[in-house]
């Protein structure tokens, strides 16, 4: 799933635990909490939210960094039809994406993304804010949210690629806890927080 940087109180209001469930084909997934956190609500991405959806990613300016264009409606149902089937298609990776909704209201800005890889233990994350949410500090909340969900679940390696040059995205990294590992790949810079595993 392509990681696209823009703009994440540490998670309340999700239960931790069972955290498992199985899909159609007996694969174990991690569960599409709804996570919350002091002004967001991140809620499980469905194809139906693509009508609000294409309005918050409508600016050209989001994809400066990136690359692309706005989606049209269709183009973005079809992409959410396929990340909300939760895995990739050779089955090697675990796709999970949630909209941001502002609290109280539920008004969408953006969304965040996670696609966890080694078994359960390493994720790529990205994060979306539309352009009239921005500077509010609402992705590095998002960020840090996504952060203690996957923090929960046993996560160990948390990883983000931003272009060197995008620092609004790199402030939002820093805040979550990533920190930049001098790698750059493809013209993004690897940002990574890896943590030990948990004593038994």
Excluded: C, K
Aim: aromatic share 8%.
């Amino acid at each position: 799933m392509p990681a696209v940087q823009q703009y994440v109180t540490l998670p309340s209001g999700h239960d931790p635990a069972g955290f498992a469930r199985h899909d159609a084909h007996g694969r174990e997934a991690m569960t599409t909490d709804q996570i919350s956190s002091a002004r967001l609500r991140l809620v499980p991405l469905t194809v139906g939210d693509a009508a609000e959806m294409v309005d918050v990613l409508s600016g050209e300016a989001l994809y400066a960094y990136t690359g692309g264009a706005p989606p049209g409606l269709g183009e973005l149902r079809a992409r959410y039809a396929r990340q909300a089937a939760g895995w990739s298609p050779d089955g090697r990776e675990e796709w999970r994406n949630w909209i941001l909704r502002r609290e109280p209201g539920g008004e969408a800005v953006g969304y965040v993304q996670a696609t966890i890889t080694g078994g359960g233990r390493r994720a790529e994350i990205a994060w979306v804010v539309g352009l009239r949410w921005q500077g509010r500090g609402y992705a590095a909340e998002a960020a840090r949210a996504l952060l203690g969900w996957l923090d929960a679940r046993g996560v160990q390696v948390v990883q983000a690629r931003i272009h060197p040059e995008h620092a609004a995205s790199a402030a939002v990294a820093r805040r979550a806890g990533l920190r930049p590992s001098g790698v750059v790949e493809y013209s993004e810079q690897l940002w990574l927080r890896d943590r030990p595993p948990a004593a038994r």
